[in-house]
């Protein structure tokens, strides 16, 4: 499985962006997938989670309310809606593939894109 995050870029603050996470060589329509965050110097972050059918979603508490997870298993995409960005919302942003029960575990989450990069401005 390769997947590949897409729609970064420059946003001032109170903007919106939306990511997407597309899926090739496998489907990764039988699986929960999480978007994770790393800014330089912290450790990589745990965002939100959708199950495989998407019926179930998780956030963290940084950005439950302007954050929301969805995806197109037809597509093999999943998407992360990102409203009302602050400065401090910049940072590279991965998806990864989910095949354990913790979420916010980053260890259950095997394949991993490349990431995409979000600077928010002031």
């Known amino acids: 499985v390769q997947l590949v995050e897409s729609g970064g870029g420059l946003v001032q603050a109170g903007g919106s962006l939306r990511l997407s996470c597309t899926a090739s060589g496998r489907t990764i329509s039988g699986y929960a997938v999480g978007w994770f965050r790393q800014a330089p110097g912290k450790e990589r972050e745990f965002l939100a989670d959708?199950?495989?059918?998407?019926?179930?979603?998780d956030y963290a508490g940084s950005v439950k309310g302007r954050f929301t997870i969805a995806r197109d298993n037809a597509g093999n995409t999943v998407y992360l809606q990102m409203n009302s960005l602050k400065p401090e919302d910049t940072a590279v942003y991965y998806c990864?593939?989910?095949?354990?029960?913790?979420?916010?575990?980053?260890?259950?989450?095997?394949?991993w894109g490349q990431g995409t990069q979000v600077t928010v401005s002031s």
């Open positions: 959708i199950s495989w059918s998407g019926s179930t979603t």
């Open positions: 990864a593939r989910r095949t354990g029960p913790l979420y916010w575990d980053s260890s259950y989450y095997d394949y």
